[in-house]
T-cell receptor, first 112, second 113 residues
Framework: KAGVTQTPRYLIKTRGQQVTLSCSPI?????VSWYQQTPGQGLQFLFE???????NKGNFPGRFSGRQFSNSRSEMNVSTLELGDSALYLC???????????FGEGSRLTVL | DQQVKQNSPSLSVQEGRISILNCDYT??????FLWYKKYPAEGPTFLIS?????DKNEDGRFTVFLNKSAKHLSLHIVPSQPGDSAVYFC????????????FGSGTRLQVQP
């Protein structure tokens, strides 16, 4: 069974631009969550979607947003990019039954 | 305010010996704990978990111990192998739902051949 797929894997943007990242969960998984990984902060929870509804949100500014489609695919958007947004963005899917999350390989964003 | 702390950023052990990775938490609402392993350029992969109703869970070479009174858990790897070299993250949930994990900052394990 295919794993979690994230696109693009790498991207470079400049300050002030916006970016959209995509995530396709494991087939049958209805929960998709997003995490930001930076060297200094580790993995930080951004938000979680279940059946197209945002159910949990971490402590990130409103520039970070997301959505989930009816096929469980999810996108996250970051507007007005700042240098500090440079990070690895990880998507994870889950059945929701246990706390096990299955992560994709991530999208590495560099903001110049 | 870090609710899950991994105070050792790195650990080096010899092949065949035991690796012990530690994790402390402050939120008493956490009731489910997980360990993830991460190789460079890959997403974290799930290793082992433990519910707060248990104090030990074992899976092959990996054992997780939970001390609720001390709010401490540890991951033991016996015997350690060079392929175990990776960054290990401790994670917990319980207060914001099963799918919002709070991660520690990670411990880089190096297993020397």
């Amino acid at each position: 069974k295919a794993g979690v797929t994230q696109t693009p894997r790498y991207l470079i943007k400049t300050r002030g631009q916006q970016v959209t990242l995509s995530c396709s969960p494991i087939s049958g998984h209805r929960s998709v969550s997003w995490y930001q990984q930076t060297p200094g902060q580790g993995l930080q929870f951004l938000f979680e979607y279940f059946s197209e509804t945002q159910r949990n949100k971490g402590n990130f500014p409103g520039r970070f947003s997301g959505r989930q489609f009816s096929n469980s695919r999810s996108e996250m958007n970051v507007s007005t990019l700042e240098l500090g947004d440079s990070a690895l963005y990880l998507c994870a899917s889950s059945t929701g039954v246990t706390g096990e999350l299955f992560f994709g390989e991530g999208s590495r964003l560099t903001v110049l | 305010d870090q609710q899950v702390k991994q105070n050792s950023p790195s650990l080096s052990v010899q092949e065949g010996r035991i690796s012990i990775l530690n994790c402390d938490y402050t939120n008493s609402m956490f009731d489910y704990f997980l360990w993830y392993k991460k190789y460079p350029a890959e997403g974290p992969t799930f290793l082992i978990s433990i519910s707060s109703i248990k104090d030990k869970n074992e899976d092959g070479r990996f054992t997780v111990f939970l001390n609720k009174s001390a709010k401490h858990l540890s991951l033991h790897i016996v015997p350690s192998q060079p392929g175990d070299s990776a960054v290990y993250f401790c994670a917990a949930n319980g207060d914001t739902g099963r799918r919002a994990l709070t991660f520690g900052s990670g411990t880089r394990l190096q297993v020397q051949p």
